[in-house]
Structures are given as C-alpha cells and as structure tokens.
C-alpha cells in the first residue's frame, strides 16, 4: 500500500522560534497532499491543501503566514510554524492523495509539536 | 450543513463483548467513508472504508461496518472486543462536492476495554 512518512516524529522548540515539518510520499507520487492538525483530545481538523507546483489553500481561520506549506516536488511537502508559540502545540498530521481511482488519501504518523 | 457524527463520545465495553460505534453523516450525496483508529500519540490506522458497492464493509482486525443509505449511517461493528481494542476512533467522510478531495473527520469515540 501507499506509505507517507513524515519527519521529525516529535520537536520541542523555544517560542519564537521557527519548525520545519516534512511530510513524504514514499512509494507513490502525490500532487496533492493535505495537512492536518490535532488538539489533544480532540479531532483532526484540516489546516491547508498543498498543491505541488502552486500555492497551497488554506481553510478558514488558519493563518497562511503563520503556517508556510511548500510542495515543492512530487513527494515532498514541508509545512513551518513561524514564531512558533506555546498554543500551536498539537499534533500535525499530513496526508497524501493516490491521484487514481478514488482519490484516497493515506496519512501519515504525525509530528507532535511542543512550543515551550 | 455537511457534517459527520459521532453521537457518542466514550463508550466503556468488557472485554469479549460485541461492539457497536455510531457515526452518521449529512450530505447530499453519498460521500466515501472511513474509519480510523488512533492509540494514545500514535498516528492514524486505517480500520476499512466504503467507496460504492456491497454495503457491509470488512475491515481489518476484525472489524466491520455497514453502509446504510436510508439512515445516512456508517457504524463499525465487532463482535468481540479485546483489551488491545482500546484507542480512539474517529469516523470520517470524503465529501463528494469538490470531487472526494477533503476529509472531514467527525469528534471521536474513545473506546474503553474493560476485563
């Protein structure tokens, strides 16, 4: 099956500081790829669409400029958190669409991002 | 408005006894369904899915759901649970306006295991 990996599995970072999250599709080629976040005890909640090649479609409410995605190649889509800040803790998931057939999307293990 | 529904927040089962999760949706259209499994800091697994076709889904782990038109329901079944069944599970929907491409998940069930 369709396997997605993301890096790094887990961050601790200062506030203020910037992080950089990694989202691969390993044995497949995605030109769209989507991003996920997760508060604890709660649902996923979609943050953006990547597309390869262009800019990315946030949902409403997420900021562009404070979550910076780049799907910059066919397999690879990097998401930042900017100054990041202790309530942007969560846990970030990715997933990537099999451009066939159903357009099903495989996810990802997730990041779990601390801002201390 | 589109939305996916797990009307049940925790559900406590003993352990060998079946279990039923909920999850209804409201679309206009009939959208893809899944359902996921999460342990506690893990990732999400893939448990089955419906696309179109038979109506009652296997899945894997012994699972099992049935798509039920009628009643805009998709809930998993297993007819006996084991202490490992323990996680979260989270029923979600591919929308079929904007061609299946978003995943809405709905809040969650988490599933307690008792001996």
């Known amino acids: 099956g369709a396997v997605v990996s993301q890096h790094p599995s887990w961050v601790i970072c200062k506030s203020g500081t910037s992080v950089k999250i990694e989202c691969r599709s390993l044995?497949?080629?995605?030109?769209?790829m989507f991003w996920y976040r997760q508060f604890p005890k709660q649902s996923l909640m979609l943050m953006a669409t990547s597309n390869e090649g262009s800019k990315a479609t946030y949902e409403q409410g997420v900021e562009k400029d404070k979550f910076l995605i780049n799907h910059a190649s066919l397999t690879l889509s990097t998401l930042t958190v900017t100054s990041a800040h202790p309530e942007d803790s969560s846990f970030y998931i990715c997933?990537?669409?099999?451009?066939?057939?159903?357009?099903?999307?495989?996810f990802g293990p997730g990041t779990r991002l601390t801002v201390l | 408005a589109q939305s996916v529904t797990q009307p049940d927040i925790h559900i406590t089962v003993s352990e060998g006894a079946s279990l039923e999760l909920r999850c209804n949706y409201s679309?206009?259209?009939?959208?893809?369904l899944f359902w996921y499994v999460q342990s506690p800091g893990q990732g999400l697994q893939l448990l089955l899915k419906?696309?179109?076709?038979?109506?009652l889904v296997q899945g894997i782990k012994g699972f099992e759901a049935e798509f039920k038109r009628s009643q805009s329901s998709f809930n998993l079944r297993k007819p006996s649970v084991h202490w490992s069944d323990a996680a979260e599970y989270f029923c979600a929907v591919a929308s079929p306006l904007g061609g299946y491409q978003k995943v809405t998940f709905g809040t969650g069930t988490k599933l307690q295991v008792i001996p």
């Open positions: 679309y206009g259209a009939t959208p893809y």
């Open positions: 997933s990537a669409r099999v451009p066939t057939g159903y357009n099903e999307q495989f």
């Open positions: 419906y696309f179109s076709g038979d109506t």
């Open positions: 044995d497949f080629q995605a030109t769209t």
